[in-house]
Structure formats: C-alpha cells, structure tokens
C-alpha cells in the first residue's frame, strides 16, 4: 500500500532554484484524472493526488527549456526549433497551440511528479502556458487538439472533494469528500485495449445519488457500469477478476477500470485498509502476488499554486 505523497510544493521550488539558479515566478498543479463515466456526450470522474506540478520563470528571449525532475532528460530549443524537435511531447503541444494562435515565448520550465504512476505532461503544459505565452487559446481548443479531449478536460477541471460532471459543454461538481471516501488506485497490470462507452442511464442513475451524497447506491451503480464494460472488454482479465472479487468481499462502495491497468475503488475511509487486506489476499490466490495500492483523494487540477 502507497499512501501517495502530497506534493510538497517548497521542495519542488528548492529544486527549481538549484537547477536554474533563480526562484520561480508560477506554479501549476494537475492531479491524475480518473475516469467514472464516459458515455456518448457525457463524462465524469475526478483529478487525484497522484499528479505533477510544473514550476516555471519567463525569460527574455524565445527559448524554452524544460527539465525533468525524475530524469536527467531536458529540453532546450528556441520558438523556431520547436518544428525540428516535434518528436519531444512537450514540443509537439506547444506547437499545436502555436497553430491556434499562442504567441509563444521564452521560459525555464521544471516538470515535477509525485509519483511514477502519473505523468500527466500534457494538461500541465496547457495550464502553464498562461505564465509565459500570450493569446493563450480556450483551453477546450488545447484539449481537443491535444486529443484524449475528455480526459485532458477532465484533469483541468479537478475540484477538490469533488467529482466532475461534463455534458453540453458545461462542467457542474458532485460531493466526492476526502472526509468520507478515499478512491484506492489497485494495479494490475493489465490495460483495455479501447476505451469503451458505458450506458449513459446507468451513468446519470450514479451520478444522480452521488448528488445526494449516497455513496453505497452510487458504488452500486459504478460497479454495475463496470461490469457492463468487462463485458465487452476482452484484453483486462486481471482487471476484471480484481473487480468482481472487489464486489464480492464487500469492503468497498464500488469500483471502476483504471486505463492505465487495473481498477479503482470508492472506498469509506474506515474500511481502506481492510478492503487492500482482503482484496490482496484473495487476488495473491489468483495471481501469486497482490496489487500495487494506492490511496489517494479528489484534488484540485489545472490550477495555480503558487
């Protein structure tokens, strides 16, 4: 079980001002979106503590340089290199918000995460963009041509002790509190191969108890999602067995497929550790080892910290 680290903000400027030899001027946060639902015109999910911050200080000239926190890697090319260094992400966003009309200018950029898990380089990019570039475009024309639109949108419109809700182009909040639940990250391994589209009235049955803060009837109902997209998922077999024995030991409110391998589950706060306890020794049967736990809860994301 990992207890994921908070971000410690100071820790990340101390780094910062050792690599550039200067403080930083902004700094951004984006948690780890986690998807509940995603069905035709409508998603929801929540941004985790799992995430990255990206600190960051203007420079006079065109020249961006990024580093890496958790590598020796770096990035460093002016405005009109951007085209010969198209291969390097970061590079390949900025110059799609070039396209979109972004003055781009000069920065020095560290890219910081908490955790190996979640690397989420492109909305920390787009959030950044407004403390070094102006004509920053609608961050909905970022995130759609970025693509993963859903999910960038989703990672920028984190609340904390909330959960998302996007349909129609609008973004409304439902109670998702730290004081109540925690969502546990359990990791398999194993990915979906697509990225299905649950049924959207199982989603609004959810999303319509989680308003009324009845998280047994909304863990119900995800589970029921859930198993609608096991169904028709072939490639998660370790997810799925991880799933139905999540359901069957009882010991969370429900859970729903990770997209980077595994599930999720919304879990009551005193029940944490007896649902990883149970749900290890039952997989480790299966399996031979248990899932790679992680607690976490809804955070803000896409904001400014500091």
């Not at 420079?59 to 002016?78: A, L, M, Y």
């Not at 955790?115 to 004509?135: D, E, R, V, W």
């Not at 959810?206 to 859930?226: H, I, M, N, V, W």
């Not at 029940?271 to 607690?295: I, Q, W």
């Given at each position: 079980?990992?207890?994921?680290?908070?971000?410690?903000?100071?820790?990340?400027?101390?780094?910062?001002?050792?690599?550039?030899?200067?403080?930083?001027?902004?700094?951004?946060?984006?948690?780890?979106?986690?998807?509940?639902?995603?069905?035709?015109?409508?998603?929801?999910?929540?941004?985790?503590?799992?995430?990255?911050?990206?600190?960051?200080?203007?420079?006079?000239?065109?020249?961006?340089?990024?580093?890496?926190?958790?590598?020796?890697?770096?990035?460093?090319?002016?405005?009109?290199?951007?085209?010969?260094?198209?291969?390097?992400?970061?590079?390949?966003?900025?110059?799609?918000?070039?396209?979109?009309?972004?003055?781009?200018?000069?920065?020095?950029?560290?890219?910081?995460?908490?955790?190996?898990?979640?690397?989420?380089?492109?909305?920390?990019?787009?959030?950044?963009?407004?403390?070094?570039?102006?004509?920053?475009?609608?961050?909905?024309?970022?995130?759609?041509?970025?693509?993963?639109?859903?999910?960038?949108?989703?990672?920028?419109?984190?609340?904390?002790?909330?959960?998302?809700?996007?349909?129609?182009?609008?973004?409304?909040?439902?109670p998702l509190d730290d004081g109540a639940v925690k969502i546990v990250l359990c990791y398999t391994g194993d990915k979906?191969?697509?990225?299905?589209?649950?049924?959207?009235?199982?989603?609004?049955?959810?999303?319509?108890?989680?308003?009324?803060?009845?998280?047994?009837?909304?863990?119900?109902?995800?589970?029921?999602?859930?198993?609608?997209?096991?169904a028709r998922e072939k490639s998660c077999r370790r997810a799925s067995r991880l799933h139905k024995m999540s359901v069957?030991?009882?010991?969370?409110?429900?859970?729903?497929?990770?997209?980077?391998?595994?599930?999720?589950?919304?879990?009551?706060?005193?029940?944490?550790?007896?649902?990883?306890?149970?749900?290890?020794?039952?997989?480790?049967?299966?399996?031979?080892?248990?899932?790679?736990?992680?607690?976490?809860?809804?955070?803000?994301?896409?904001?400014?910290?500091?």
């Amino acid at each position: 079980m990992k207890t994921v680290k908070k971000m410690n903000f100071n820790e990340v400027y101390t780094d910062y001002k050792k690599r550039f030899g200067r403080e930083k001027e902004r700094a951004y946060f984006v948690g780890k979106p986690v998807v509940f639902f995603s069905c035709r015109g409508l998603t929801a999910g929540c941004c985790v503590s799992v995430g990255g911050c990206a600190a960051l200080a203007r420079r006079d000239d065109d020249r961006i340089i990024v580093q890496f926190s958790d590598s020796e890697k770096f990035i460093n090319c002016s405005k009109s290199d951007l085209e010969n260094n198209k291969d390097e992400k970061v590079c390949a966003l900025l110059l799609k918000a070039e396209t979109l009309g972004a003055d781009l200018r000069g920065a020095e950029i560290l890219l910081h995460y908490n955790s190996g898990i979640s690397h989420p380089y492109q909305p920390l990019i787009m959030t950044a963009m407004k403390g070094f570039c102006n004509n920053v475009p609608d961050v909905r024309e970022l995130a759609g041509s970025a693509g993963n639109y859903e999910k960038n949108m989703l990672a920028l419109s984190g609340r904390q002790n909330c959960a998302a809700v996007m349909e129609g182009g609008q973004v409304r909040y439902l109670p998702l509190d730290d004081g109540a639940v925690k969502i546990v990250l359990c990791y398999t391994g194993d990915k979906p191969k697509n990225t299905a589209q649950g049924n959207i009235n199982t989603a609004r049955a959810a999303l319509e108890e989680l308003s009324r803060g009845d998280y047994e009837k909304f863990g119900g109902l995800l589970s029921r999602y859930t198993e609608e997209l096991l169904a028709r998922e072939k490639s998660c077999r370790r997810a799925s067995r991880l799933h139905k024995m999540s359901v069957q030991l009882g010991d969370a409110y429900g859970s729903g497929i990770l997209e980077d391998g595994g599930i999720y589950a919304i879990v009551k706060n005193d029940r944490v550790d007896t649902f990883m306890h149970n749900l290890s020794e039952e997989y480790r049967k299966y399996c031979g080892a248990p899932p790679e736990f992680y607690v976490t809860k809804a955070e803000d994301s896409g904001i400014i910290c500091g």
